[in-house]
């Protein structure tokens, strides 16, 4: 990936018939998942826990996942995978430090499947395999991460970070047997399946704890990070030492972070606190969005483009509401940004910058 100073500014197809649309429901939303195909969408929070198929103009609630005789905290996510492979399959991080594996073809009311109880602490993240179906990662504070096998309903292997809590643990989509994992110190490892000792590589990403780690859909070199310090990182993974390639620097600690498809440079964000927005940002112009989604009222927790479209996403939020998102209906904040600079240091020494357009259009005006 090679940096840049010429910014995009794409065409929004319109010939979909999709449009923008979101729905209410009964508590704060934590987390958001899509299947395969990207026809439904799961979203959980600590008093919600449903799935959607989504409609060309609504959504349709398919399941209730908060049913049974014993409702306690297993029915509560903090986090919520969708298996790649099999669209019956979802695992969910409990708010209880418990791992919950849930199957939609049971004939029960209850589609709860499996519970796992080997994390002493809060699990932070559930991710599956992006091939391999059986195979489930879960990161959590207690530093530990653990591969899940469903088939045999254990814990095959676990893996020490030697460190402080996990934040988030994601599969390389271009390396079958790597993953990286993100902490509370500022550190990423990089680990190999087959190596159980310890990470292939640790290298400080951020000034604070990570949040979020996303690998690039299309290059297997490239991974962003994104952390309290209010940045977007953007490594290049094939040295040694990560190299970083571009820092997003945005008004807020980021929570989440995913790469748009089909747009090589361009990165989604949502913040932990203050600001209510989805940002999606060209990573060569670091500073001010691309474009702002602003339908939330309440910090967005999740966001998931849907499959291979690079104009509707989703996301979830702590308002209650789920929202499907089209690029078309987006702000566009450079447009009403202030196409002039002006700033003077301590000596007295004046900087000015301004827009080319500017000089082109007095220089056609004076004539």
């Known amino acids: 990936m090679h940096s840049g100073t010429k910014v995009v500014h794409e065409r929004v197809s319109e010939s979909s018939s999709r449009t923008m649309q979101h729905t209410v429901l009964e508590g704060a939303l934590n987390c958001i998942a899509t299947n395969k195909d990207s026809s439904q969408v799961v979203v959980a929070g600590r008093n919600v826990f449903k799935i959607f198929s989504i409609e060309d103009d609504q959504f349709v609630e398919k399941h209730n996942l908060r049913v049974g005789r014993n409702i306690n905290l297993n029915f509560s996510a903090s986090n919520v995978a969708w298996n790649p492979v099999d669209d019956h399959i979802l695992a969910s991080a ?114 604070g704890p990570i949040f979020s780690l996303d690998w690039h859909p299309d290059d297997k070199n490239i991974l962003a990070s994104a952390g309290r310090d209010k940045t977007i990182k953007i490594w290049d993974m094939q040295l040694l030492k990560p190299k970083n390639l571009h820092t997003v620097q945005s008004i807020a600690s980021v929570a989440r972070c995913k790469w748009r498809p089909q747009r090589k440079y361009h990165i ?29 009222k309440d910090v967005v927790t999740g966001i998931v483009w849907k499959q291979n479209d690079p104009h509707v996403f989703l996301s979830s939020s702590k308002d209650c509401t789920l929202w499907q998102h089209m690029f078309k209906d987006a702000s566009r904040p450079a447009n009403s940004a202030n196409p002039v600079g002006l700033s003077i240091n301590i000596r007295g020494d004046v900087s000015h910058a301004f827009s080319d357009k500017l000089v082109s259009g007095n220089k056609s005006g004076s004539s």
């Open 94 to 207: 409990a708010t209880n430090s418990s791992v919950v594996i849930w199957d939609l073809n049971k004939t029960s009311r209850s589609k709860l499947d499996t519970v796992y109880s080997e994390h002493r602490r809060f699990v932070s993240k559930v991710a599956f395999h992006h091939t391999e179906s059986h195979l489930l990662l879960s990161g959590s504070q207690d530093g530990f991460m653990k591969l899940f096998d469903l088939k045999k309903k254990e814990v095959c292997t676990t893996f020490s970070g030697r460190s402080e809590s996990v934040r988030d643990v994601t599969f390389n989509p271009h390396h079958y047997f790597q993953f990286a994992a993100a902490f509370e110190n500022g550190n990423v490892q990089i680990w190999d399946l087959r190596k159980l000792d310890k990470w292939e590589r640790q290298f400080t990403a951020h000034s």
């Open 268 to 296: 989604a964000s949502c913040a932990l606190l203050v600001d209510c927005s989805v940002n999606v940002w060209d990573i060569r112009r670091p500073y001010i969005p691309f474009a702002a989604f602003k339908e939330h």
